[in-house]
């Protein structure tokens, strides 16, 4: 069973500035199966990134995934109001499905 | 528009049964493989089980194997979970979730629903 593990646990910083997440796999993830979703307060998860660096359906392209094997990582270019939240990385390739423990990326 | 309205949650007690529905509309139903996520009061997200879109596979978490038992009826485009020997810490926000993908069981979510809270306390 894959174990993901991201960090930091929180990111303070202004909005205008890029943030850098990272989740780390316990094995290999197989064919880049990554994903990572945001939350806000009070609101379902949303999908941003998926296959590691596909973004998906309306994410804007300040949104960008890369990595592979173990150690993977999103980047948001330019931090928006709206992009202070919680973020998770997800393996789907196999079942059970993890999910990371998350990242809160708040306003410094 | 695709819509994902979950209902039945509330408060039960330790040992109680639940079903929760999940009431799907913008999509065909019957291609995807659905599933449910929960995220307990304050903590992260945990997948719960997920079912084809055919509703002949199903695969659950350790967590629930036993307990839980997701199905569908596709005639009424509705996602079931029926949750038996509830314990406390089954306490949580129950989404429903689409795959991205049609007509493969890859539990990657395009879509999720509002969320039902189910509290489980004496």
């Known amino acids: 069973e894959i174990v993901l593990t991201q960090s930091p646990g929180t990111l303070s910083l202004s909005p205008g500035e890029t943030a850098t997440l990272s989740c780390r796999a316990s094995?290999?993830?197989?064919?880049?199966?990554l994903a990572w979703y945001h939350q806000k307060p009070g609101q379902a998860p949303r999908l941003l990134i998926y296959?590691?660096?596909t973004r998906a359906t309306g994410i804007p392209d300040r949104f960008s995934g890369s990595g592979s094997g173990t150690d993977f990582t999103l980047t948001i270019s330019g931090l928006e109001p709206e992009d202070f939240a919680l973020y998770y990385c997800?393996?789907?390739?196999?079942?059970?499905?993890?999910f990371g423990q998350g990242t809160k990326v708040e306003i410094k | 528009e695709v819509q994902l309205v979950e209902s039945g949650g509330g408060l039960v007690q330790p040992g109680g049964s639940l079903r929760l529905s999940c009431g799907a509309s913008?999509?065909?139903?019957?291609?995807?493989?659905m599933s449910w996520v929960r995220q307990a009061p304050g903590k992260g997200l945990e997948w719960v089980s997920s079912?084809?879109?055919?509703?002949?596979?199903?695969y659950s978490a350790d967590s629930v194997k036993g307990r839980f038992t997701i199905s569908r009826d596709n005639s009424k485009n509705t996602l079931y979970l029926q949750m038996n020997s509830l314990r406390v810490e089954d306490t949580a926000v129950y989404y429903c979730?689409?795959?991205?993908?049609?007509?493969?069981?890859?539990?990657?979510?395009?879509?999720w629903g509002q969320g039902t809270l189910v509290t489980v306390s004496s």
């Open positions: 979730a689409k795959d991205l993908t049609p007509r493969l069981l890859l539990p990657l979510f395009d879509y």
């Open positions: 094995q290999s993830v197989g064919s880049r199966y």
């Open positions: 296959g590691a660096s």
């Open positions: 997800q393996q789907y390739g196999s079942t059970p499905p993890p």
């Open positions: 913008g999509f065909t139903f019957s291609n995807y493989a």
């Open positions: 079912i084809s879109g055919s509703g002949t596979s199903t």
